[in-house]
Each structure stands twice: as C-alpha cells, then as structure tokens.
C-alpha cells in the first residue's frame, strides 16, 4: 500500500550540500564541514530547548555546587562558538551575544565568516513558545590578515544562510545560493531530512506581521501600509494579523504561507531593533532566494552595507507584490 510505504531513501541536509557542491568541486567539503558544525549547535538547542521546562522544575542541568544554571541563550552561545572554532574551517565569527567579533586563532583557522544569534526571540523562552537559531556565511578575502571589514561588507557578498526553528518540530531552513530548502530534524535518527525542497514564497500574501504597539511611533509610509493591510481600499481582502515576537517563527511563516513580516523605524528607534548582520542580512537573502523581497524603506535590504557589527536596519521583507507595495509608498513620499 502506498499509504503504508516507508521512505527508504532519505535526503539528509549532508547529503543535499554535497550534491550541491558537485558543482563546486574547488570548495572540496569544507562547506559541509562547516555545516554539519552548524547543525550540530542547532541539535544541541534543540535539546536544550525541549528540555528547558523540565530543567526549571527538577534541576535536570545538576546545580550541585551551588552554581546558578546557565541561561539558556549563553549556553547556546557557547556551543555555537566552540563548534565553529573547532571545525577549523572558521576565521571571524560574529556573535549577538558577544560584544567583539571573535578572531580565530591562526592554527585553528579557515577561511569562513559567520555571523549568528544563536538564540533568538529569547523572550518566548519561558513559555514555551518557537525560538530559533540565524546564521549567515561570508567567505574571507585573505586568510593572513583577517580584519572585520570581512564581515563589513553588503549581504549580496553572503554565501549561505539559514535559520532553526525550535518549534513544534526542528525546522532548518538553507540556502547557498541556489534557492532555499528546509529539512526537518527527525528526533529517531538525530538527522535533518529535506522536507521542503526548493521553497517558492506565494507572489502575495494574506498576512502582514508587526509590532502593532509601536504604531503611534510609526512613519507616514508604515503607518499607510498598515492601514491599507486592515482597510483595502481597490476591493481586495484585508490582511490576518499574526504576530509571534519571535523572529524566525514570523519569517518561516511569511515565507511558507506568503505575506509580509516587517520591523519598521520609529521614533524612539530611527533604526528600528532588528540587527543587520545576523538578522535582516540571513532573512533578506532566504527571502530574495526564494522568490520574495527585502527592503529598508531606502534601499534593497542585502545591498546595506554596515559600518559596526551590531548595526540595525528597518526591515519589510516577504511577497514580492506586497514589498512593492510598501516600496511605492515610500516611494510617493520622497
Ligand atoms: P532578541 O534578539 O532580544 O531576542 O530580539 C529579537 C526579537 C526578534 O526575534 C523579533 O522579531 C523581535 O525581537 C520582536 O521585537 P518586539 O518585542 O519589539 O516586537
Ligand atoms: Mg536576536
């Protein structure tokens, strides 16, 4: 019986990279080295998030010395940042929970870029509600003098990106430029498997996501755009509001059912929260990868270029046709 058959041959997120790299033979699977570090930290939260209720209640981690529990974004951090040292394939990493861009030492040293929040959205931790993992991949200019201008650079130079989603399921999310495939964490086999090959974002969408609180702080552009979402004015259906606060949560829905997830400027924040390297930057080229749109308000969202590395940008990402929408409106005011 169909019904009944057994997948037997399964793509696992190794295997997928490898065939993509059939196509680059020079990069001789040191990509997938890297990657497979990547997903490690990303099962490793997995872990910990599942756990992260019981831990409170019975403390699973051991608090035997008296030692308070490690919060559970540091821990992440940690992970993520040891994994990718010790892959070796790595040279500056940029980290949200770290300060300083961290420099690799030499003999440990390759000849990527990451920058990652390893744990995003951490205000959704405490009730149990998706959190996520951001990460995108530069490759280095010359290995003997690394600087940060490595990673100063436009989001059009990334190589890769991808989130997590600790969700009802595990959700990675990929692109390497050649559009964008999610693969689902299957807990028996400890492996990502390709669920969702070659995602296409709907031309348009029926949802539009925001911060709605902020709205008496909104500029004239955003402020219209919502108003347009909720009252239509050419006939067309009004927008659902979802909104979930967390960011690769919001993201993965936008890009799986269409729509519009944006994080505008307002007056108490000119640049709005979202910061560029290790969120707007991964999300706007997943987005553009798989057939949707990113703006600041100004300009096509991968061409900024940051000065610091926890720079912040606006950010309206989503649909192709309703990121034209709000691109016409800023349009009209300048
Ligand atoms: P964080 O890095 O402190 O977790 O903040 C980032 C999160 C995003 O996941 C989400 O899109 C946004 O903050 C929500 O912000 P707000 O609570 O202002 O709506
Ligand atoms: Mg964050």
């Given amino acids: 019986h169909a019904a009944e058959a057994q ?45 992260a209720g019981l831990a409170k209640l019975i403390g699973l981690a051991g608090d035997t010395n008296g030692e308070e529990q490690k919060k559970l974004d540091v821990l992440s951090n940690e992970v993520f940042v040891k994994a990718l040292v010790s892959s070796g394939r ?13 420099i690799v030492d030499a003999p440990l040293r390759g000849k990527y870029c990451v920058c990652f929040d390893p744990l995003d959205g951490s205000s959704n931790i405490d009730c149990g509600v998706s959190i996520g993992t951001i990460f995108g991949i530069y490759m280095i200019k010359d290995k003997d003098n690394v600087t940060l201008d490595d990673v100063l650079q436009p989001g059009t130079d990334m190589l890769a990106a991808g989130y997590c989603m600790y ?68 006939g067309s259906p009004s927008k659902s509001l979802r909104y979930i606060g967390s960011m690769v949560a919001d993201v993965h829905r936008t890009l799986l059912y269409g729509g519009i997830f944006l994080y505008p400027a307002d007056q108490k ?66």
């Fill in 7 to 51: 997948r037997t041959d399964l793509m696992t997120i190794t295997r997928h990279v490898l065939n993509e790299q059939g196509r680059h033979p020079e990069s001789r699977g040191d990509f997938t080295i890297l990657l497979s570090h990547i997903v490690l930290g990303c099962k490793f939260v997995a872990s910990a998030v599942n756990k």
């Fill in 90 to 102: 790595t040279c500056v990493l940029v980290s949200e929970e770290n300060e300083e861009a961290i």
């Fill in 167 to 234: 969700g009802s399921s595990c959700t990675l999310v990929l692109s390497t430029g050649n559009g964008v495939n999610g693969f689902t964490l299957d807990p028996s086999l400890g492996e990502f498997i390709l669920t969702h090959p070659n995602i296409k974002i709907p031309n348009i969408g029926k949802i539009y996501s925001v911060n709605e609180g902020n709205a008496k702080n909104w500029d004239a552009p955003t402020a219209k755009f919502v108003e347009k979402c909720k009252f239509p004015q050419d």
């Fill in 269 to 334: 924040s000119p640049n709005g929260k979202l910061r560029v390297l290790y969120e707007v930057f991964p999300m706007s080229f997943l987005m553009e990868q798989a057939g949707g749109q990113a703006f600041t308000g100004k300009q096509r969202a991968l061409e900024l270029v940051p000065r610091k590395i926890h720079d912040r940008s606006p950010i309206f990402l989503g649909s192709y046709d309703d990121v034209e929408d709000i691109k016409a409106l800023y349009a009209s005011e300048s």
